[in-house]
């Protein structure tokens, strides 16, 4: 039995969630680059930095608390044998998660709390960063997890 000790398993934790940040950081400044030659205008470089930084730090707010109190518990508790390590059902399960949390956090902001109210792209963000982060979870489980 090959035995991979809690400060290893932790730092899979930390390079999930890191993989699941980063994609949205990458997908929200594409959306801006896109947005930005679409208009035939060259994209603020300031704006663009300006705007990962901001993103990232408004991000942490609730990347850091979810992955304190859901990710690391799951991570460390639940078997590699089980199921849920599958990496299409982990996907799908941090997916769900991340959509399930944004709909939580901001259910009472008018805005951002409905789906009918156009909130769509946070939805999304929300989906793919909790989708990502399982999946970086799953596919790389073997190098932090005991493998029984």
Known sequence: MVTRSIPRQLLGTLVAAVAGWLVSLVFLESTYLVGSFEQHQLPD?????GSALATSWFMAWFII????????????????????????VCTACGGLAGFLVMSVF???IPGVGQLSSGA?????????????????????????????
């Open 45 to 49: 470089v300031e704006l663009l930095f």
């Open 65 to 88: 608390p979810i992955w304190v109190v859901i990710l690391i518990p799951l991570y460390l508790f639940i078997p590699v044998s089980s199921t849920l390590w599958r990496w299409p």
């Open 106 to 108: 901001f259910r009472g």
């Open 120 to 148: 769509w792209d946070f939805f999304a963000i929300a989906t793919v960063v909790g989708g990502v982060t399982c999946l970086t979870a799953a596919l790389t489980k073997h190098i932090f997890k005991p493998t029984r």
